[in-house]
């Protein structure tokens, strides 16, 4: 998992991270100045960010997480940033401090590794994404079911809020985003079958998760269309935020209240409904109505493919078959320009309807209700690219060629080895033009070695005729 990376690439940076925090001690104490200030130069939050992997103590975590985003928001009476080297003002200083000393208690903490009963029969994984102005969260727990119930902390995970103010119910949506990047995680990582279940107390995310991406903003259809692409299989509901067990990181916790906290170890705790069967789930999510907080997030003006939809209209061919019988699609075919992408798909699937048809047929065909111009080069195109046709298509016999004669690759007296042949009839207009044409013929001389050719003209095909000819062509070379 990532955060096993990160803690890996965190210990390999650390003697760096070590050597510069020597520096500013050294330089802080040479100043005189309170080591306590800068408690977290000790390191003790990093440590616990690189034990806690899995985000088991994510509510201990996420508080100091808060403390540091509210350092970086410090400012001094005139305005001006407050500087990394002062003093930390009382009520900060003393949070800090307060929540240093608290942290031993987690050595109290014993977690089992084993999360599952050995033989279960039922095992199920629910999700409970969550947030507040601070952040958002999830945690994850494994449910497994072997003659008894067993209930697991498996991860949690948690952002801090951007200091860009976000409504409530995006920050929601975020957290519900958030969960199914972990359920991919925990799929990716897991190699059982289990089945998953989100809950959320967010009524508007469920709304924003039913509808298509595109009603939506660009911030809610970004995220729902990632949502519901990681979350396909799995079903949303809605529980109370009370219920919620990622609340206890929303409202933070200190490490001795965490140990004892068993909303949090064990999930919903009153009623107890994921220790008891699962008809006795509050799945009521899937009837939530739309709100008003949901519709805020509406998109004001409709989005391009609608409009294209909406508008769009059909251009028709004419003909002469107007008072034919045949349906309308036959009589005039739908024009569509042949290098659109939609007619690209369109052969395409009748391609594969013709199964793998030549691009003549899949024109021919397509001609009955569509009327593509300049549809035979992309129909062509589609043949040439289909890798099935391409491999399933027939070699053709070349002709075996025999080795050339003795007499075509030996040097030669020109013409003392000749190929002879007769072209024609070819009729030549006599001297007078009243008369007949006369049908006459062409010898034709090929020299063997250099492929010269010389043409004579023979009145017949008899040998009368042919020998002179032979004589005449021997004489003048
Ligand atoms: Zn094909």
């Not at 300049?374 to 016999?397: E, N, T």
């Not at 006369?438 to 090929?446: L, R």
Request: proline share 5%.
């Amino acid at each position: 998992m990532d955060d096993i990376l990160d803690a890996a690439l965190k210990e390999s940076k650390q003697k760096a991270v070590d050597e510069e925090k020597s520096i500013i001690l050294d330089e802080m104490r040479e100043r005189g100045k309170p080591i306590e200030m800068f408690a977290a130069l000790d390191g003790s939050w990093g440590n616990l960010w690189t034990v806690d992997p899995f985000g088991l103590v994510g509510p201990v975590v996420v508080t100091v997480k808060a403390f540091i985003q509210t350092l970086w928001t410090l400012r001094e009476e005139s305005g001006t940033i407050w500087e990394w080297n002062r003093e930390l003002p009382s009520s900060l200083r003393d949070q800090w401090i307060n929540y240093h000393s608290n942290l031993p208690a987690l050595n109290e903490l014993n977690i089992h590794r084993y999360v599952l009963f050995p033989n279960s029969v039922e095992i199920e994984l629910h999700l409970f994404p969550d947030a507040s102005d601070i952040g958002y969260r999830t945690c994850a727990y494994l449910r497994s079911v072997s003659g008894q119930i067993k209930i697991a902390l498996l991860t949690s995970k948690s952002r801090i809020a951007p200091l860009k103010k976000q409504s409530t119910p995006r920050l929601e949506l975020c957290g519900a985003l958030l969960s199914a990047e972990v359920y991919q995680r925990i799929t990716a990582s897991l190699q059982i079958t289990f089945s998953t279940v989100f809950w959320t107390d967010s009524t508007t995310v469920i709304n924003w998760l039913k509808a298509t991406p595109s009603t939506w903003t660009t911030f809610v259809a970004n995220r729902v269309s990632k949502i519901q692409y990681a979350t396909q299989h799995c079903s949303w509901n809605n529980i109370a935020g009370l219920e919620n067990p990622a609340d206890v990181i929303s409202r933070g916790c200190m490490a001795s209240d965490l140990i004892y906290n068993k909303l949090w170890w064990k999930g919903p705790e009153c009623p107890e409904w994921l220790q008891q069967e699962s008809e006795h789930y509050p799945v009521n999510g899937q009837h939530c109505g739309p709100t008003d907080q949901s519709n805020a997030e509406q998109r004001k003006t409709a989005p391009i493919s609608t409009t294209a939809t909406t508008t769009f209209s059909i251009i028709r061919i004419g003909g002469r078959l107007g008072q034919s019988t045949r349906h309308e699609d036959f009589k005039h075919p739908i024009l569509l320009p042949g290098s659109h992408y939609l007619s690209t798909l369109l052969l395409l699937s009748y391609h594969q309807k013709l199964l793998h048809a030549a691009a003549q047929l899949m024109i021919n065909t397509i001609l009955i209700r569509y009327w593509l111009l300049g549809g035979r080069a992309v129909a062509r195109q589609i043949v040439h690219k289909c890798v099935i046709c391409v491999s399933a298509r027939p070699k053709l016999i070349e002709q075996f060629m025999s080795k050339l004669p003795t007499a075509r690759v030996t040097a030669a007296r020109p013409f003392s080895k000749v190929g002879i042949d007769f072209w024609g009839p070819i009729h030549v207009q006599p001297r007078h033009r009243r008369d007949a044409p006369i049908k006459t013929y062409v010898a034709v001389f090929v020299r063997f070695t250099t492929k010269v050719v010389h043409l004579e003209n023979v009145a017949n095909l008899t040998s009368d005729d042919w020998w002179p000819a032979v004589i005449y062509t021997l004489t003048r070379t």
